[in-house]
């Protein structure tokens, strides 16, 4: 088995932390997208969306999509369990997920990607061609932001984002935030206190380094 990962990209980082939370060894390559690395035909042969990350497994199955990745390796190591243990938090912890990359992630990939000279053309990660539209990256910004009013309502009620246990969520929603630091230059306002209060317990985990 192998993942396919870059260091600088945000989606393997959501891989990482979750094998790192796992505890489990998975060899990795980087893949260099400044190059263009992931576009080549020896790529495409493992992921034709070329996009990172990617798991090529010894049978020769590849499966790219974080989300799907972070789902196989739950079901090979169920401890500790980062995408809820019974039918209902399993659900929540989709339900959130989903809230989380919709309406966080994807809101900062439009903010930047619209707007960065890196990506003319390429406004959508993948092998089309896509251009970029500059009104999409204010309202990339400005969804982020509501996203970030949001987030903070709700960890006024929940320890973590879905559950009252850290979960598969967490790194989605600390991806994010460290994501749009770094591409779009917003971080969460002084007085989200309740992001404040989570995102420091979640710095204190060692998965943050992966
Ligand atoms: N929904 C995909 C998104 C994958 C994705 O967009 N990966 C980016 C890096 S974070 C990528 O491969 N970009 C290549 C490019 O921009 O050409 C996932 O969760 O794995």
């Known amino acids: 088995m192998l993942l396919y990962t870059c260091r600088t990209a945000p989606s ?3 891989v990482r932390m979750f094998i ?3 505890g489990i060894d998975v060899p990795m390559q980087e893949v260099d997208l400044r190059s263009g690395e992931h576009f080549s035909a020896d790529y495409r ?3 034709p969306h070329a996009t990172v990350p990617v798991l090529d497994l010894d049978d020769g199955t590849c499966i790219s999509e974080s989300d799907a990745i972070c789902t196989y390796f739950e079901a090979l190591y169920p401890d500790p369990p980062l995408m809820g ?3 209902k938090s399993r659900a929540r912890v989709r339900m959130w997920d989903r809230r989380v990359e919709f309406d966080g992630y994807q809101a900062v990939a ?3 990607r619209n707007r960065a000279p890196a990506f003319r053309d390429r406004a959508v990660p993948g092998r089309h061609k896509v251009p970029q539209i500059e009104a999409l990256a204010e309202r990339g910004a400005q969804r982020y932001r509501d996203f970030l009013e949001d987030l903070d309502g709700r960890l006024g009620q929940s320890e973590y984002v ?3 246990t850290f979960s598969v969520t967490d790194i989605t929603a600390f991806v994010t935030i460290e994501f749009a630091r770094r591409a779009l230059k917003i971080g969460p306002e ?4 309740n992001i404040a209060r989570w995102h420091a317990a979640l710095s204190r985990r060692p998965t943050v380094e992966a």
Do not use: C
């Not at 002084?190 to 206190?193: A, G, N, R, V």
């Open 162 to 164: 879905a559950l009252d």
């Open 85 to 87: 243990s019974d039918p």
């Open 20 to 22: 790192s939370e796992k």
């Open 110 to 112: 439009e903010g930047f």
């Open 45 to 47: 042969r493992r992921n």
């Open 12 to 14: 393997p980082r959501r």
């Open 190 to 193: 002084p007085d989200q206190e």
